[in-house]
T-cell receptor, first 110, second 116 residues
């Protein structure tokens, strides 16, 4: 089976840095993805890690530690528009689908 | 390039009825996946279609079925609707059967189904 754990809610101040953690359990790990979903909107792809280390894409970075079955999404210079739900998702070996976590609702306050 | 479009955006059905949801994949994408997203939850994988064949299925009963057409568009059909089927149904397309890499999904905005 597969399971993913993320905090349900995070609140941070505009301009600050926030880290959203994700721990996973899966039989046969292939990669960890992050998606953003605004209320009423479609999930959109943010980042992907297959190997240990940090991937940086503008203000967003994602980290993976395969030995710890752990990853995180780091959002820097937070903006009000970053208020959204963030989902980590795993892809297992031999599977084409993604298994999503329950999501972390980020609220950015002035 | 056009994104993923889904129809209808909202619909209300009663228990026991049947529903068909439609999805047009992004230009150049030949693989379509369907996800169910209950309120406050993450998307749950229903099934995937590639070359008009079902290619992977999640833990959903057979009353959830689908089709993919030669133009890569897709339908999700749900028979004998139950109250718990109330959810946002998301369609996602991807460029090909990805054997490595991120398998980035492009999602539509979804069809919100309410079952009364």
């Amino acid at each position: 089976g597969q399971s993913l754990e993320q905090p349900s809610e995070v609140t941070a101040v505009e301009g600050a840095i926030v880290q959203i953690n994700c721990t996973y359990q899966t039989s046969g790990f292939y990669g960890l993805s992050w998606y953003q979903q605004h209320d009423g909107g479609a999930p959109t792809f943010l980042s992907y890690n297959a190997l240990d280390g940090l991937e940086e894409t503008g203000r967003f970075s994602s980290f993976l530690s395969r030995s710890d079955s752990y990853g995180y999404l780091l959002l820097q210079e937070l903006q009000m528009k970053d208020s959204a739900s963030y989902f980590c998702a795993v892809r297992s070996t031999g599977a084409n689908n993604l298994f999503f976590g329950t999501g972390t609702r980020l609220t950015v306050i002035p | 390039e056009t994104g993923v479009t889904q129809s209808p955006t909202h619909l209300i059905k009663t228990r026991g009825q049947q529903v068909t949801l439609r999805c047009s994949s992004q230009s150049g994408h030949n693989t379509v996946s369907w996800y169910q997203q209950a309120l406050g939850q993450g998307p749950q994988f229903i099934f995937q279609y590639y070359r008009e064949e079902e290619n992977g299925r999640g833990n959903f009963p057979p009353r959830f079925s689908g089709l993919q057409f030669p133009n890569y568009s897709s339908e999700l059909n749900v028979n004998a609707l139950e109250l718990d089927d109330s959810a946002l149904y998301l369609c996602a397309s991807s460029p090909q059967q990805v054997r490595s890499g991120a398998n980035v999904l492009t999602f539509g905005a979804g069809s919100r189904l309410t079952v009364l």
